[in-house]
């Protein structure tokens, strides 16, 4: 009898194997990732509407100049503040933690809002600060753009 021998590796199968292993490095590239922005290592991007004009600054970061003041303005002031915000019956805005010195601002004529932890953050409407909430109380307001702002 004679030898057994394997058939010598083809390049499709070469191609296969290189393939497998950029989608496998992908993957966990993708999973890193993903981690770093639920564990607040990392700043996830504002979702924007073209009829919004949001604005999401992490701690430390100069505040971008706006020529008027904004309908509503949030900072958080914990760890972890839990927002959403959208415009009513409409497209959602934001709805995911703030960071510690993190804010959003908007200057929609209406949004609705929903704060997990009123006690965690500081909230301005039209420039005027809106009175904080006990800590660990979930709190949803409207907010209508002031006429002339």
Known sequence: MGRHRSDPVGIARTVFVVLAVALLLAL?????KSL????????????????????????????????????LRIVCQADRCPVFVRIPGGNVLIDR??????????SDPELDVVIEDSGAVRVEENGTPRPPGQPGERQSFSVTRAPGR
Do not use: C, F, K
């Open 28 to 32: 966990l590239a993708l999973g890193v």
């Open 36 to 71: 770093m922005a639920t564990l607040g290592s990392g700043t996830a991007p504002a979702t924007a509407t073209p009829s919004s004009s949001p604005s999401v600054t992490p701690a430390g970061s100069p505040r971008p100049t706006a020529p008027q003041v904004p309908t």
């Open 97 to 106: 933690d703030l960071t510690r010195g993190e804010q959003a601002s908007y």
